[in-house]
């Protein structure tokens, strides 16, 4: 269980990406919201938004491998993308 952040969401220090390159991305950040934001930055395909992102991944994913991704919250999105094996979420100290 990861410690509560101030804004109420959780406290995620560490998530790697991997783009199956064997180059994994790097990312830290204290709220689900501010790893999104970075992913969705440095994304391949150019999204106006979160949400925009967030759609164009769960519906790539279920796709590629029939993953159901959550895409209601950064929160919700994040967990399920770890869930399937999609990334990996760390409390790097």
Known sequence: ML??????????????????TGRP?????????????????????????????MAGVAQRAKLWDRSVIRTDSAEHFLVDMAACGQVTLDTAD
């Open 3 to 20: 410690p509560p952040s101030s804004d109420g969401g959780d406290v995620v220090k560490h998530l790697i990406a991997d783009d199956h």
């Open 25 to 53: 991305q790097h990312y830290y950040a204290e709220t689900y919201d501010e790893l999104l934001e970075q992913m969705r930055r440095d994304a391949f395909i150019d999204s106006e938004s979160n949400e925009d992102y």
